[in-house]
């Protein structure tokens, strides 16, 4: 149980076109997604939470109109990267929490997006 | 959510060898989680604390809940080479952000 999709696994776009990744909690409703970056070698880097229906919470120093996330059911949340740059290519990884029968702040990550910007 | 400490940064492990990591924080949590990471992979659950003073168990790992709330360690025991890659530890009082820590890089040593 809690398993978590994320698609595309990896993608590669040109600089200034827009990509947009997709995270699904496929066996559980997620009434939380995060959405995190990761750069080589460091530790997660929360960027947004977004709640089913809601507006999402962005971290100090992520913009909001350049990572756009929508969480439009309890099982998909959508992170769209507008505008892209050299400079947002990462690992982008999404988590979800909610009643997958853990605790209430376990969170189940997928397994990761590659994207990288040309 | 603020930094955990957690350390070693990296280790070397032996077949067959016991390892241990922990994590530490300045305030308390009511909740410890300790993920592995695979390279190219999302960070996958390996053991949730609740209680101080817990400990757990899941498989060959082990993990306890520091009784002051303010710590935790991950015991590996008989490591073999899939053990390898790196471990988070994170941490939360009531709040469904997580803090993170560094991470722990798990080689085989040569």
């Known amino acids: 149980g809690a398993v978590v999709s994320q698609h595309p696994s990896w993608v590669i776009c040109k600089s200034g076109t827009s990509v947009k990744i997709e995270c699904r909690s496929l066996d559980f409703q997620a009434t939380t997604m995060f959405w995190y970056r990761q750069f080589p070698k460091q530790s997660l880097m929360l960027m947004a939470t977004s709640n089913e229906g809601s507006k999402a919470t962005y971290e100090q120093g992520v913009e909001k109109d350049k990572f756009l996330i929508n969480h439009a059911s309890l099982t998909l949340s959508t992170l769209t990267v507008t505008s892209a740059h050299p400079e947002d290519s990462s690992f982008y990884i999404c988590?979800?929490?909610?009643?997958?029968?853990?605790?209430?702040?376990?969170?189940?990550f997928g397994p990761g997006t590659r994207l990288t910007v040309t | 959510g603020q930094q955990l400490n957690q350390s070693p940064q990296s280790m070397f492990i032996q077949e067959g060898e016991d390892v241990s990591m922990n994590c530490t924080s300045s305030s308390i949590f009511n909740t410890w989680l300790w993920y592995k990471q695979d390279p190219g992979e999302g960070p996958v659950l390996l053991i949730a604390l609740y209680k101080a003073g817990e400990l757990t168990s899941n498989g060959r790992l082990t993990a306890q809940f520091g009784i002051t709330r303010k710590d935790s360690f991950l015991n590996i025991s008989a490591s073999i080479p899939s053990d390898v890659g790196i471990y988070f530890c994170a941490g939360t009082l009531n709040d469904y952000k997580l803090s993170f820590g560094a991470g722990t890089t798990v080689t085989v040593r040569a």
């Open positions: 988590s979800a929490s909610g009643l997958a029968g853990g605790g209430a702040y376990e969170q189940y």
